[in-house]
């Protein structure tokens, strides 16, 4: 199993259908796989022979991630950990358990270690490896698109001249990599409405994460530290670093280059400086770093605001 093998996956689809499942009338019957896609598919098109195929893939993938699964009789049901976070997901409640689920190591272990055929591409893995090197790039530069940009970055770093070994290895991948990347809130549109293409910028993602911390002021290497555990493709995650070990040129972030502050994660605080959710200090006599290669004064300290501007 796969979640970007699928070229018609849709992550706000799988919301859908998993408070579906869990809504108070449909949790009392079963549902089948084939009575899901019935029930989902678009009206008008049933007769369509690709009319279910967004459907099946999203199941597809959310079984892949654990979110849902399916016994011996073909029944669909949400799994236990989703289940768990109550009967209906609200948006945000969503993405923080597409995160947990996408992102689970204790269940894919160190994607960038793995051999071929199944074990390269089971659970989340492929997603893992595109998020880890769409993330290494720099937030500063032009929006990523396939034909600009993404081939052309992937041909200069990876060690083999064959694709094969590229985090995303085709431009139906990189659409399924469009809608995973914001649904995960790991990835952003330009800002620039003229500019088609994706940004490498995870705020929506890091701000969910400050929603599990504690209010307050910590050193910024503990804080950085903190995110990277929670989504560990920014830069001091497992995944980054194991894709810096496989990239003959290591790191190709400018930002870590110029010893600062990997420029997705620090384009991030900055935002989320903006907003009221984070005070950076520069305390005497501390460790620091500067957010930006083009910032003077490195951070020591960072404090965590609860509330903020939304």
């Known amino acids: 199993m796969a979640v970007l093998n699928p070229p018609r996956s849709l992550p706000a689809l799988g ?9 108070s009338r449909t949790a009392r019957r079963a549902w089948t796989e084939p ?10 098109l049933n007769e369509d022979s690709s009319s279910a195929e967004g459907v099946a893939h999203t199941v597809y993938t959310f079984r892949a991630i654990g979110m849902l699964c399916s016994d011996s009789d073909g029944v669909i049901t949400v799994s236990d950990t989703v289940a768990a976070t109550g009967d209906t997901l609200s948006p945000a409640a969503f993405r923080r358990a597409l995160q947990s689920h996408a992102l689970d190591l204790d269940r894919d272990g160190d994607p960038w270690q793995t051999g071929p055929g199944e074990s390269l591409t089971g659970g989340a893995r492929d997603l893992l490896r595109a998020m880890s090197w769409f993330l290494a790039q720099d937030a500063l530069g032009r929006p990523l698109s396939w034909a600009s940009g993404v081939q052309a970055l992937q041909q200069a770093q990876f060690p083999d001249l064959g694709n094969e070994s590229w985090a995303i290895t085709n431009d139906t991948r990189w659409g399924a990599v469009t809608r995973w990347g914001q649904a995960l809130g790991l ?6 409405q003229a500019r088609s ?10 701000n969910d994460v400050l929603e ?3 209010a307050g ?7 950085l530290s903190q995110l990277a555990a929670k989504l560990p493709v920014l830069h001091g995650g497992l995944v980054r670093a194991s894709l810096v070990t496989y990239l003959p040129g290591g790191d ?3 930002g870590i280059a110029q010893d600062c502050a ?5 384009q991030a605080l900055r935002i989320l400086q903006d907003r009221g959710r984070l005070v950076f200090d520069t305390l005497p006599d501390a460790d620091g770093i500067r957010l930006s290669r083009f910032d003077s004064q490195r951070q020591t300290h960072v404090t965590l605001v609860q509330g903020g501007k939304r």
């Open 35 to 44: 009575e899901l896609i019935e029930a989902f598919r678009p009206p008008g």
């Open 217 to 223: 002021q910590m050193p910024i290497g503990d804080f």
């Open 212 to 214: 599990e911390l504690p």
């Open 252 to 254: 190709p972030d400018p």
């Open 197 to 206: 293409g994706l940004v490498p910028l995870p705020v929506v993602a890091i």
């Open 262 to 266: 990997d420029s997705s994660v620090g």
């Open 187 to 192: 990835a952003a549109p330009p800002l620039v």
């Open 15 to 23: 919301r859908s259908i998993i408070n579906f499942l869990t809504g």
